[in-house]
């Protein structure tokens, strides 16, 4: 029999399905790890994760895609559950526990997508009026990239506040399908947005999104004690919000935040792993330093 749910895309982490060929709401389907209850203790963590951001951040929390958790579970005799199962099966996950953490969210194309522009690797741009974007990293001086990678701080000179890093465009260098990235800290212009003139307004307008999201970073940065782990929930925020996804759309004037994910960073020991492979990168693609 043919399943209730439907592939709509899929990335390293989740499978994104829409139900009954209904694409209003969509379902996330967590993949992260090869067994269902490792998934299913992820997908739980993350919404406690986003309810702690929507409690403190109010900034970041207000523009969070609206979610619902939604329990599958095997005894309710319907088909759902096998369904699921067997997208998860496909992936490699075992089948471990008996229920699936399904998490429901609102739709960023509910209205249907007649034309995507593809700006680069993280960049689309739906019916010429809806960037979808990953913005990534804030750019910022050597001396805090390498003060912010690192518990402890490395030995460095004063003159390292002048060397500016930016880590948009560290992150082209270190992979070949994002060589031709569009960087949104302008170190490149936007040249590969001139098509869409009002979207290239609203990004050089100087409270946008994303110029928000790098002073919450920013922010962040500055308040995280890098050998005290009672920051730890500012760390996983600051390295979440390094990953997220943004819809803008111009037409109602609506920006959802999506893929704010939990990154796990439980000890320092996480951390220091995490950020030692920061350093790692910093040093093969950047010379002289
Ligand atoms: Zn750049």
Redesign the pocket.
């Known amino acids: 029999m043919n399943s209730i749910f439907s592939q709509v895309n899929e990335g390293n982490s989740n499978i994104l399905l829409s139900k009954d060929g209904n694409e209003q709401s969509l379902f996330r389907l967590c993949k992260r790890k090869q067994s269902l209850r490792l998934n299913n203790k992820y997908v739980g963590q993350n919404i406690k994760f986003h309810q702690e951001v929507k409690n403190h951040y109010e900034f970041i929390g207000s523009y969070l895609q609206n979610e619902q958790l939604l329990l599958i579970c095997k005894s309710n005799m319907t088909k759902e559950f096998d369904d699921l199962a067997e997208f998860l099966i496909k992936n490699k996950v075992k089948i471990d526990d008996d229920h699936i953490s399904l998490v429901q969210i609102e739709n960023c194309l509910a209205q249907g997508v007649s034309k995507i522009g593809v700006i680069d690797y993280y960049s689309k741009i739906y019916n010429n009026r809806i960037l979808e974007c990953k913005p990534k990293w804030n750019?910022m001086s050597l001396l805090n990239y390498m003060t912010y990678i690192s518990f402890e701080g490395f030995g460095h000179e004063a003159s390292d506040m002048n060397k500016v890093i930016?880590r948009?465009?560290l992150n082209s260098k270190t992979n070949i399908k994002k060589k031709f990235i569009l960087?949104y800290?302008g170190?490149?212009g936007l040249q590969p947005i001139d098509g869409y003139p009002e979207l290239k307004n609203y990004i050089l307008t100087p409270s946008n999104i994303i110029t928000k999201i790098y002073e919450q970073q920013t922010q962040l940065q500055d308040q995280i004690v890098y050998n005290d782990e009672s920051t730890l929930f500012l760390i996983n925020l600051l390295i979440a919000l390094r990953d997220i996804t943004l819809f803008i759309d111009i037409d109602k004037k609506k920006i959802t935040i999506i893929d704010l994910d939990y990154k796990n960073i439980e000890n320092k020991d996480d951390f220091d792993f995490k950020m030692s492979k920061e350093w790692i990168l910093l040093q093969k693609f950047t010379p002289n330093i």
């Open positions: 750019k930016c948009n465009c960087c800290n170190c490149m």
